[in-house]
């Protein structure tokens, strides 16, 4: 079971993505908040984050590069979540360091099949038979 550490201010998207992560098989763990997500973030072991950009004080991406600045979440997948789709977007999602980016609103399988990229990916070992 994978950790998954999701930062969302609205409550109907913390329910939905929440639902959808944990249908996975995820452990969700909850922040209404960049700071109480960074906060979360440092205390304890997480897979993947995912970032709601539109929070309310601290933004999401100005999270993302916090994460990124410190060397305990330094390597922490990021997926950004957005109501934004506006070009250039993407890019300045990216620039910001986070590792994938899907557009509310959520379609289901593009958001698991990313969530599943970002959270196999880093530590998965080969699998010595075939
Ligand atoms: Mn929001």
Redesign the pocket.
């Known amino acids: 079971m994978k950790q998954v550490l999701l930062i ?3 409550a109907s ?1 913390r329910k939905l993505l929440g639902d959808l992560l944990r249908h996975a098989g995820h452990q969700v763990h909850l922040a209404e908040s960049a700071d109480a997500g960074i906060e979360l973030a440092l205390a304890q072991r997480f897979d993947l984050v995912v970032m ?5 004080g601290m933004d ?1 991406l100005t999270a993302t590069r916090l994460l990124r600045a410190n060397p305990l979440t330094q390597a922490l997948p990021v997926l950004a979540v957005t ?1 934004h789709a506006m070009r250039g977007d993407r890019q300045r999602i990216l620039d910001a360091g986070c590792d994938g980016y899907v557009a509310k609103p959520i379609a289901y399988k593009t958001f698991l099949a990313e969530v599943g990229r970002l959270i196999e990916a880093p530590t998965t070992t080969h699998k010595s038979t075939h």
């Open positions: 969302e201010d609205n998207n709601d950009i539109q929070l309310p999401g109501a």
